[in-house]
């Protein structure tokens, strides 16, 4: 009998051995650049956050700035997919503590080369600016909170430039789209922040498919 729950101790160690992999924290912030050719390039980086969120930013070898979007992330496997809608979306594989981009169809980009995304950090550098976007909403009385386009999941407002942003017409209150230029910002220790350094374009949206 006890050489039976030995074995059996043996064979739960050795099962939890191979799933260690599967089991690595997934969420933080990868980054990569890939050269299509001597004339073209693309630097991307992805945060996957624990909630099944993300934001990606993005910008060709010859923009000056990053574009945002975001949305939801899951995981199948090895395979993870982030959708934003028609905003857009990404197909990656994740294998020892990387992401390797793929096409639509879970295939690699190319034969020579892979698209790596590197784990950089935990969260998107608070010194990345990138426009994206999305809406003010109402919050409380006086309250402003940030919404991106095709994620349900409103960010709490930095209180700098709060003036300037609460001066802002209030058409960008009232449920419209806009292009945001903006960086995240931790928020003394109890999640993130958006701050929000001006409006990048003064047309509106009705909805993030327009």
């Not at 980054?31 to 299509?36: H, M, P």
């Not at 879970?106 to 950089?120: D, H, N, Q, T, Y």
Request: with cysteine; proline share 3%.
């Amino acid at each position: 009998m006890k050489k039976s729950i030995g074995i059996f101790v043996v064979l739960c160690l050795c099962l939890s051995c191979i799933n260690t992999p599967l089991q690595q924290s997934v969420p933080a912030y990868y980054a990569g650049t890939y050269v299509f050719s001597q004339f073209e390039s693309m630097t991307l980086g992805v945060w996957l956050r624990a909630d099944s969120s993300f934001i990606m930013v993005k910008k060709a070898d010859n923009d000056s700035l990053f574009s945002g979007t975001a949305g939801k992330w899951n995981r199948k496997g090895d395979i993870i997919q982030l959708n934003s809608g028609n905003e857009g979306r990404l197909v990656a594989k994740y294998a020892d503590g990387q992401l390797e981009v793929m096409n639509n169809e879970g295939e690699p980009i190319s034969r020579e080369s892979k698209f790596m995304l590197a784990k950089v950090s935990g969260i998107l550098p608070d010194d990345l600016r990138f426009s994206a976007k999305a809406k003010l909403i109402s919050v409380g009385e006086n309250g402003l909170a940030f919404q991106f386009c095709n994620l349900d999941l409103p960010w709490k407002v930095s209180d700098e430039h709060a003036e300037i942003v609460h001066s802002m017409h209030k058409s960008t209150v009232s449920g419209d789209y806009f292009e945001w230029l903006i960086v995240i910002e931790p928020d003394n220790g109890s999640g993130n922040k958006v701050r929000i350094i001006s409006i990048s374009s003064q047309t509106a949206w009705d909805d993030c498919d327009q």
